[in-house]
């Protein structure tokens, strides 16, 4: 068992003075699973009234607006988090078995639709079904996303939020969200329901304890054999006691860190950072 402390700052530098915002941030990661909150807590300035609830897809969501004019919005999504090792590779179900939960569990069945994020050409499909012939849906699965890791180029900033899967494939590079995007698209062409999860790595194997360390907002995905197994293509390696879950859904647009609207003319930039300390 690890215990991480995450500090994520983030935010919007306007061009000019907006009079309000709508905000929504999805920065804190909640107990369940493999993960024990041992604290949490989101500072904004400027100050708002927050309300928390959680969304259609288990998320942990703090909801505030803004109505007196700013002219930068800073949030600091402050967590310490146990998180355990987790079992993975567990093969439960077969393929009928599988078909077979689907049809009956939406949110199973829902982790086999296409969006238009994870939607990918046919050439990914084609590759996917001749790594499924064969295997169990656990073996595949894990075939298929090594597969594309090992074809795509991790690339910061070659692709924005907004970027598709069939776009980061066919430039082969991306950022985990992309490569993430485009496992999700092949696992879910061979019937293998599959999950978008974001949240925090801490990028360092040999870390010291207590010393802080420039982390990352990352992103994996999550596939169903009859119980989920998590796996992080962009490090091609299951994942475990370095990682914090901060929230699920069929793609990056259920989970984003922060999204809103505001009042005014000016263009805005984001701004982020994370830091990630081993506490023991």
Not at 22 to 48: C, W
Not at 65 to 86: C, F, M, Y
Not at 136 to 157: D, H, R, S
Request: charged fraction near 20%; glycine fraction near 8%; hydrophobic fraction near 40%.
């Amino acid at each position: 068992m690890r215990r991480l402390k995450v500090e994520h700052r983030t935010g919007l530098r306007y061009d000019g003075e907006v009079s309000a915002s709508y905000n929504e941030a999805r920065m804190l990661p909640a107990t369940g699973g493999h993960q024990f909150v041992l604290s949490s807590q989101l500072d904004i300035h400027p100050k708002a009234h927050v309300y928390s609830y959680q969304d259609y897809w288990g998320t942990l969501v703090s909801a505030f607006e803004l109505l007196t004019p700013h002219q930068e919005l800073e949030l600091t999504a402050t967590s310490l988090v146990e998180v355990q090792e987790r079992q993975y590779g567990l093969q439960l179900l077969d393929w009928d078995g599988i078909s077979r939960a689907a049809a009956g569990q939406t949110p199973i069945v829902e982790k086999l639709d296409v969006t238009p994020l994870t939607a990918v050409p046919e050439e990914v499909v084609e590759l996917a079904k001749s790594i499924r012939s064969g295997k169990t849906p656990a073996q595949a699965a894990e075939a298929i996303c090594l597969a594309i890791a090992e074809q795509m180029e991790y690339v910061p900033g070659s692709t924005t939020v907004h970027s598709t899967a069939t776009e980061a494939w066919g430039n082969r590079k991306g950022v985990c969200q992309d490569i993430s995007h485009v496992c999700l698209g092949a696992l879910r062409s061979v019937g293998i329901p599959a999950r978008y999860a974001s949240g925090y790595l801490h990028p360092v194997s040999d870390a010291e304890i207590g010393v802080p360390v420039a982390g990352e907002s990352h992103a994996w995905v999550e596939w169903f054999t009859g119980e989920w197994n998590g796996f992080d293509p962009t490090n091609s390696l299951p994942i475990g006691g370095k990682h914090v879950v901060v929230g699920r859904g069929r793609d990056y647009s259920d989970v984003p860190p922060l999204r809103g609207v505001y009042a005014g003319p000016y263009a805005s930039s984001l701004f982020v950072s994370v830091t990630v300390t081993l506490e023991a």
